[in-house]
């Protein structure tokens, strides 16, 4: 992605729009990478105050070590598709990416993207960088290591708080009155190819929070007193995304992914691991021995 592209991107629109208007993906389209590969149980931990990284796979919501190792200091990003990897500075714009398989990461080659991206998320073959504070946008695609720019925008809406992809469906929600505010749109579209179309708009409901996707299925979690009540749903074709209540918790950090596997984490290395599949979620059981202080948690789909 070049730095004068993405410079040049016109107005965005007004924040009230859908994410993005534009043509409809035909569902066999929209599936036809997902049924022909193989969902990912790659999941890595990283520290950017050091650089301290570690690799795993997490499947079935059972976790195992794979490596660790040293990474650049500083991303405040990470995304991860099918096979790759993505990780990304905000402040300074210095990324990389590099294979993503097996629990092993390999880093294939460096980039140089524009600061400030407020979300980067990938999908099972591609990813979306988007800035919440003026709407632009970037798509492309991420396979095989290699990050390859499709796209980019000048049409979505801005204050998009929250973003998440399935194998072949992202997911946003926004409070377009500033934080305190309850989460006032919701919307849904296919990321495929290296490119995003805007397909549906959803109903709110009551339990809408910050968004996890695994390879077919949506998780919102949102703080409500001293506990998280949870909302799950499927997501698959960009399109059938409705929210069904699925219990609740008490609070955790962050929540990681992988294609059929959440990790919650507390920043002290608590952790507790679960499966989303189809729309359902199963507890699975604490994880012990996490170590405390990962920045970023972030597993393929």
């Avoid at 995304?79 to 990324?95: I, N, Q």
């Avoid at 109903?203 to 998280?228: H, I, K, Q, Y």
Wanted: hydrophobic share 35%; charged share 15%; glycine share 14%.
């Amino acid at each position: 992605m070049r730095k004068s592209l993405v410079a040049a991107l016109a107005t965005a629109t007004s924040a009230t729009a859908a994410l993005l208007a534009g043509p409809v993906t035909p569902a066999s389209a929209a599936a036809a990478f997902c049924d022909r590969t193989t969902p990912s149980t790659s999941i890595l931990f990283y520290k950017a105050g050091t650089g301290e990284a570690a690799t795993g796979t997490l499947s079935g919501g059972h976790w195992r070590a794979r490596a660790t190792l040293r990474l650049p200091a500083g991303y405040t990003h990470a995304a991860a598709s099918r096979d790759s990897l993505l990780l990304y500075d905000k402040s300074t714009g210095a990324g990389e990416s590099g294979t993503f398989t097996g629990g092993t990461y390999t880093r294939t080659r460096h980039h140089a993207f524009a600061p400030g991206w407020t979300f980067v998320e990938a999908s099972g073959d591609s990813v979306l960088f988007y800035d919440g504070t003026n709407g632009h946008g970037s798509t492309g695609t991420l396979k095989n290591g290699a990050f390859r720019q499709v796209r980019a925008y000048d049409n979505f809406s801005p204050n998009w708080g929250t973003m998440a992809a399935s194998c072949d469906t992202l997911v946003s929600a926004a409070r377009h009155g500033g934080p305190e505010f309850p989460w006032s749109n919701l919307g849904a579209g296919t990321l495929t190819g290296g490119v995003y179309r805007h397909r549906s708009e959803i109903p709110r409901g009551d339990f809408l929070g910050e968004l996890t996707a695994t390879d077919d299925s949506v998780l919102s979690w949102a703080r409500v007193g001293r506990e998280l009540r949870f909302g799950v749903s499927e997501a698959t074709d960009g399109t059938g995304v409705s929210f069904r209540r699925a219990g609740t918790s008490g609070i955790w950090d962050k929540v990681g992914r992988t294609s059929d596997s959440l990790l919650f984490y507390k920043n002290d290395g608590t952790a507790w691991t679960s499966t989303l599949v189809g729309g359902a979620y199963t507890n699975v059981g604490p994880l012990p021995h996490v170590s405390s202080g990962w920045t970023l948690i972030e597993g393929g789909v």
